[in-house]
């Protein structure tokens, strides 16, 4: 027999907070209220079933500035229903996967009704992050308090918050407990040992633990190149069939490393239960929205909208957005080709060594423009890939990784292929890939690594002060670590930067 929500308790006077919701600080208590009561609501009456509570009471609000901040949890009940509800797959008894229900619990790997850690970090918070995206506008006409933030039958009630401003930000937070375990197996300690992917998977998900899995797998891949690459590089060979040997070397076993690895990352696909995972029934993602119908497939009520809107956007907006952007990079590239003539004259003129490090001055900026544009293109991307309004997350991802690969293909390499084929001036392109390559990397290094951890070490010790200064009682450690992540945002996904 299937088990609903609504038979089940779902509460708890006190629970663990996975996701933490921010509100603007003039918010109104008719706003905060409403969307309290759409949270803890139960499922058949349109709200999320979860847990929810400010962090900090009113008097301790005065005191600290009024920060307007709510925890969001849910009971285990609760999340190994909504597990079932988002179609997680898990390991059976049996060592299958297969897609995990309440009502056959006990057949899976691991399950105890006393234990507590049958669902990853990263799955509990997946499945509030869902929840509470999935919130929906039934008949309400208006957010209260706010009657220009229009809302229809099926319009995202998240996403309209966040549009409006009423909601400034959502993150998930983090266990400092199990963050500092998996740091103790991962790269606290200097070993020669494989990274814990699936300890790193139970708790930043598995887009992480698959991104660090192939950094590791490339890594080791790239050393055969290296290793027949040295004597070319150390020598200079005369005879340029062995330059040929060794592209076609390069050339073979990237395709080897390539064909490996999706063998390798099929086989954690499958372990993790993504590969098996249901997609036929996806639900819509949280940004769509359309007038509130019956999906003819699914007989669910969701919104609808015309499939030939959405392509007129796609071709009469989008695409000729991404080919003005493609024709602005072929223009700067040119830019940066005149700036390498000047340099170049300058040098040849005056015959200094001081104008011979000019010379590397062009392909530095050009690197800078090029970051600059790829991070700018992107925000680009993302809001025109929104604004197409496409139905499902695989389908507007995929939009939206076609539009930034294409950009930054071009804006990234299309000079290396114009000296290359072009111009054929080997000793530039060595000089254009080195300088751009160690530009590139130095630049990412600052933004990924010291300028976090600069914020982390500034904003640490700012709220560690204001919260000793305070004589309110309240949970100090919770407190910090909850203003610490709400103003170091995106930094604290990874945790080399936590």
């Not at 509460?11 to 996701?19: A, D, N, R």
Request: with cysteine.
């Amino acid at each position: 027999m299937k088990v609903s929500l609504s038979a089940l308790d779902t509460c708890e006077s006190s629970f663990t907070p996975l996701v933490v919701i921010e509100l603007a600080q003039d918010v109104k208590d008719e706003t905060k209220e409403w969307l309290k009561n759409r949270i803890i609501a139960k499922k058949k009456d349109g709200g999320a079933q979860l847990l929810f509570r400010p962090l900090l009471n009113k008097y301790e609000k005065e005191t600290l500035e009024n920060q307007n901040l709510y925890l969001v949890g849910a009971s285990n009940i609760r999340l190994l229903l909504g597990a079932e509800a988002v179609g997680l797959v898990k390991e059976c008894n049996d060592n299958t996967m297969r897609a995990f229900t309440y009502g056959t619990r006990h057949n899976f790997k691991g399950f105890d009704d006393n234990n507590d850690d049958f669902l990853t970090m990263a799955e509990c918070q997946f499945i509030i992050k869902h929840e509470l995206e999935n919130l929906r506008a039934r008949d309400e006409k208006m957010i209260p308090g706010y009657p220009q933030a229009k809302l229809y039958p099926g319009k995202s009630l998240l996403r309209r918050l966040l549009t409006s401003g009423i909601v400034i930000q959502v993150f998930p937070l983090h266990d400092n407990e199990a963050l500092k375990k998996l740091e103790d197996t991962w790269y606290t300690r200097f070993t020669f040992k494989f990274q814990p992917v699936d300890r790193i998977r139970g708790y930043f998900g598995e887009t992480i633990a698959l991104y660090f899995g192939f950094l590791e797998y490339f890594t080791f891949a790239l050393i055969p190149m290296a290793v027949i690459g040295l004597p070319y590089y150390l020598f200079v060979w005369e005879d340029y069939d062995k330059y040929v040997i060794f592209a076609s070397f390069n050339l073979i076993w990237s395709t080897v490393i390539l064909e490996v690895w999706k063998r390798g990352c099929a086989n954690m696909t499958y372990r993790w239960g993504t590969l098996a995972m249901k997609r036929q029934f996806e639900e819509p993602r949280p940004g769509f929205h359309g007038v509130l119908g019956i999906n003819s497939v699914t007989g669910r009520e969701e919104p609808l909208y015309s499939s030939y809107k959405r392509q007129l956007r796609i071709y009469l907006v989008s695409l000729p957005f991404v080919c003005l952007c493609l024709y602005f990079s072929l223009y700067v590239m040119m830019i940066y080709f005149d700036m390498e003539a000047w340099a170049l004259a300058l040098h040849e003129d005056s015959g200094s060594e001081w104008t011979s490090v000019l010379l590397y001055v062009p392909s530095i900026i050009y690197a800078v423009v090029i970051e600059i544009m790829n991070r700018l293109y992107r925000y680009a991307a993302e809001f025109l890939t929104s604004w197409e309004n496409h139905r499902l997350e695989s389908a507007y991802q995929n939009h939206l990784i076609l539009k930034v690969l294409v950009f930054n293909f071009l804006n990234c390499f299309a000079s290396l292929f114009y000296i290359a084929f072009v111009l054929m001036d080997m000793k530039l392109l060595r000089q254009s890939l080195a300088t751009l390559l160690i530009t590139s990397q130095i630049l990412n290094q600052i933004v990924e690594s010291l300028l976090p951890y600069w914020l982390q070490r500034k904003h640490h010790l700012r709220v560690k002060k204001k919260v000793q200064a305070l004589k309110a009682d309240i949970d100090a450690t919770l407190y910090e670590q909850v203003v610490l992540e709400k103003e170091m945002g995106t930094y604290l996904q990874l945790p080399s930067l936590c």
